[in-house]
């Protein structure tokens, strides 16, 4: 949480959250008149939310909306069904579907102020790209932002993050170029995966797969795994910077 805390505060000064104009550029003190949300008022896309466990970790954070986005229908019920069941702390407010794909939004009880959640199953980063910007562009022509809910207009999004997500899909390059595309200007990507070493093969593989069963066989293969100099050329070859560049 600190090192996601401190990359928002580099990229993102929280401005339009501080009390004290005079202080709004100043991280450190924006962030004490906000200290428990440090994702406070973001809008955040998590690419490969599986059952939702950091996609409502990010909404307890201080999100104002994040969605999580799986290419598995399957996935995203059990998300749902962990986000919306009795003794969550979210609570359901409404239920979308449209030709995207699998579409539920919830919104957080534990605060006054608007946190939503929405999951999109059954699509790729991609269509879900190619989707929402044509979604955006229409909503900016009309200009009927303000009468939508922060989960179902299609502004763009301050954070994005693919989290062991880009060994397992055939061109992970062309994900984070879509990725990429739903930013706002200097919003921040946060990719990680398994490094490609004699070590990782056999902890991933060998240990999580064969030994203890923890992992399905075959939900790894050792050639898709990348290195972060791989990572980061990907990553550069994208209208992208990466963190600690100066220009």
Known sequence: IKF???VV???QPCSSTAADPDTANN?????????????????????GCGGGLLTESLSRLGASLVVGVDASTHVVEVAKRHSFHENSRLVVSSSLQDDSGLESSVSSSSSSSSREIRYIGGVTVEELASNWLNEHEKEKSTKNNTLSSSAQNHELFDIITALEIIEHVPNPSSLLHAAASLLKPNGILLVSTINRTVKSYGLAIIAA??????????T?????????????QMVCSSPLQRYGDDN
């Not at 008149?33 to 406070?40: D, G, N, R, T």
């Not at 797969?209 to 075959?218: D, N, R, T």
Request: aromatic share 10%; glycine share 4%.
């Open 9 to 11: 505060d580099s990229f």
């Open 27 to 47: 991280a450190p003190n924006c962030r004490q008149q906000k200290i428990q949300l440090p994702l406070h008022n973001k809008r955040i896309l998590d690419i």
């Open 209 to 218: 797969e064969y030994i203890s069963g923890k992992v399905p066989i075959g």
């Open 4 to 6: 996601l805390r401190d």
């Open 220 to 232: 790894h293969t050792w050639d898709m795994f990348w290195s972060p100099a791989e990572v980061e």
